[in-house]
């Protein structure tokens, strides 16, 4: 057996190993397992989207390596897209590079500008790979608690000078997964203003900003004054859309920033496959109401879900966007989800998985229907 590299033995462990084989002997025995555990879409892509796909690999000329930063025709779609939603004007020759899902960029932007020792400053509890791409650039992490009396907005005032002084980049992701908060426009401002005044890269995660409630859209980092000065955005067609398995997302703003990780894809991918961006060309281009239906669909999943909480947990915060629901439990989250899935073949995500101080939560994702979510109270009221 080839043992692995010491990097590689330095990844965070998979958290949820008990869970998952727990989960796997209760279907094994043939309980109907109802899982919140999944930040996964459960819904197929929207058949425009499907349609356009298959008429775009028909053509012959999309077959070829893809190269660069993403067709033309993509990116100006991204950029109308932006001045449509986000009231942000973007320039699609300098300020768009194309990725293989925001993840694939998310994780290799440290390598192209993080130096080893230099800081990552990364909210906790959060999305992994925040971590984990600086960790592999051989950056180092500081890690910024998201508490509930914060607004579960990292305090910049909070970190130390001399972590201040060796950082480069500060990762915001709102709405964040997985607290499901917004963040307030003076909170971005502050942001802004903090990467400034220390030179420091601001990337912002912005896989959930077309999940929000009550028609209230959440607001956009890149249409404040001063974004594309410090910041970065990352973007995906994965949640709006119901497309995590097709890979398309892309950063947007600086253009150095821009610049500098197309540079460094460059000499790893060979960008993302043609026929997919003609497809994303449509996702952003064709008409919205299949999203508006879409956001309707969670909206009533959250109202059933959060209703039927309340009983228990009248403290529960209705989430305002992303499809999460962030529950803060009496005591342990992972000794609440091992009493779900034991006693009511419930799966949830321990808020600790995310971070230290998620130790109290634990995470729903609204990714089963309305029916399964009524099941899953009713055996909830049952133990
Ligand atoms: C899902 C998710 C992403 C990445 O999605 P891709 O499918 O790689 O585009 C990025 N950030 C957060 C917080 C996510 O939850």
New binding site residues.
């Given amino acids: 057996m080839w043992k692995l590299s010491e990097r590689m033995g330095g990844l965070p462990p998979y958290l949820f190993i008990e869970i998952d084989r727990k989960k796997k002997e209760l279907q094994e025995k043939g309980f109907e397992v109802i899982n919140f555990g999944v930040?996964d879409p459960d819904m197929p892509t929207l058949p425009r989207i499907v349609e356009a796909l298959k008429c775009s690999v028909s053509d012959s000329s999309v077959h070829r390596y893809p190269f660069g930063k993403g067709r033309k025709d993509f990116r100006n779609a991204i950029s109308g897209y932006y001045d449509r939603y986000y009231n942000a004007s973007i320039d699609p020759e300098e300020e768009i590079c194309v990725?293989i899902?925001?993840?694939?960029g998310?994780a290799h932007f440290p390598f192209a500008f993080l130096n080893p020792g230099e800081y990552a400053l990364i909210p906790e509890p959060?999305?992994p790979?925040y971590h984990i791409g600086t960790f592999l650039a051989g950056g180092q992490s500081y890690f910024m608690p998201l508490q509930q009396s914060n607004g579960f907005l990292p305090d910049l005032g909070a970190i130390p000078s001399s972590v201040r002084e060796k950082a480069k980049l500060l990762y915001l992701?709102y709405p964040?997964?997985p607290t499901s908060c917004c963040a307030p426009e003076e909170f971005l401002l502050e942001a802004i203003q903090f990467c400034k005044d220390h030179h420091i890269i601001l990337l912002y995660?912005a896989?959930?900003a077309e999940i929000f409630y009550e028609g209230k859209r959440p607001i956009s980092f890149l249409s404040l004054p001063g974004a594309k000065e410090v910041g970065i955005e990352?973007h995906?067609?994965?949640?709006t859309y119901n497309m995590?398995g097709w890979?398309?997302?892309w950063a947007c703003g600086n253009p150095s920033l821009v610049k500098g990780l197309a540079t460094l894809k460059e000499n790893i991918d060979s960008g993302t496959f043609e026929a997919l961006q003609l497809a994303g060309l449509e996702a952003l281009v064709g008409p919205q109401t299949d999203v508006a239906n879409l956001r309707a669909i969670y909206q009533r999943r959250r109202d059933v879900l959060v209703e039927g909480l309340k009983k228990r947990f009248p403290e529960i915060i209705a989430p305002e966007a992303t499809f999460y629901v962030w529950l803060k439990v009496s005591g342990d989250g992972a000794d609440f989800a091992r009493t779900l899935l034991e006693k009511a073949q419930i799966v949830v995500t321990p808020g600790i998985g995310f971070g230290p101080s998620g130790k109290e939560y634990v995470r729903f994702a609204l990714t089963i229907d309305e029916e399964k979510i009524t099941e899953a109270l009713s055996r909830m009221d049952n133990i």
């Fill in positions: 930040g990725l899902g925001s993840k694939e998310i959060g999305y790979v992701n964040n997964n995660d896989a959930y990352f995906s067609l994965s949640k995590t890979r398309v997302g």
